[in-house]
């Protein structure tokens, strides 16, 4: 079976306020875009990756990158699974892909993921047959908040709890069909687990270095910034 990835990328990165998208942002000379999907082309085994930029969005074109031979473009939609689902759609009409195939859907504001992981990732989806996704465990103490207070309600156990990173990998088929169910109940989907979670498919941890983040907020940038500059030691 063949390996491909699906990169969400047309938010607008409310939460950063920044001018630009965040996948936009430069660090270090190139955007945080490139550095994402310069993480996966170093895969060889991933044949092709999918980036879902809005419909209105021109700078994915004009990268260079945008013209490698194994990068393809696809428009996103209104929220984050709406892009994934479309990728994947795109994907399905490639003549090479098969819904066997596995996909790995990696948010494009995730530069800090590491070889590493990736390759854990699909080695364990590989051997085990079994769809699969980077996490990691919970690290701070958690508080439940009663509603419109500042007071604590309960201090909510850590056992077991684990923080869903990307990439998310499944079979092509199973996360189209499960996206599809999902997004037609109108659940919240944040993540590619929890389709699959709702059709009662089961999802295997991988354990992730707290290295991958999310660039999210304002300061995240500087922190991916020094994170990305350690990897390249
Ligand atoms: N994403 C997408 N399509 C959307 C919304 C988000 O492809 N309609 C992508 C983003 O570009 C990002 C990833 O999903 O790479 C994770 O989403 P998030 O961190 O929430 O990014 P934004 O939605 O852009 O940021 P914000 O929520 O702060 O507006
Ligand atoms: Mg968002």
New binding site residues.
Partial sequence: DRCWSVVPAA?N???MQAVLPKQYLTLNNKTVIELTLGKLLHIAEISGVVVCHADSDTRFGELAIAKHPRIFAAIGGT??AHSVFNGLGYLRDMAQSDDADWVMVHDAARPCVSHASLERLLGHCRKTGRGAILASPVADTLKRQQANTPIITETVSRDNLWQAHTPQCFRLGELHAALKAALSTGVAITDEASAIEHCGGSVDLIEDSRDNIKITRPEDLALAGFILGQQAL
């Fill in positions: 938010g990165g409310s939460r929220e984050r």
